[in-house]
């Protein structure tokens, strides 16, 4: 299951898109040709806008880098609270 539908699933979609951006951002993927669009279109169908991810990572940045190392490592979901 992917960040957003885990995310959607229990209703915490705001923080399934920050992640997603902080995983495309981690990895360079933001800097590829395509990948504003594709982000744009994820958070378009999350029902959230830039501005409200953008400061969702600005308040929890800390917490949802923890998250992602976590998942990278395999010691946890990424939809862990």
Do not use: P, W
Not at 25 to 54: C, P, W, Y
């Amino acid at each position: 299951m992917g960040i957003g539908k885990a995310y959607r699933k229990e209703n915490q979609t705001l923080r399934g898109a920050a992640l997603f951006y902080l995983a495309l951002e981690k990895n360079g993927g933001h800097k590829l040709g395509g990948a504003n669009e594709i982000m744009k279109a994820a958070f378009r169908d999350l029902g959230v806008t830039d501005s409200q991810v953008e400061k969702y990572i600005e308040e929890n940045r800390a917490e949802l880098e923890e998250i992602l190392a976590r998942r990278k490592t395999g010691t946890g979901g990424t939809h862990e609270r």
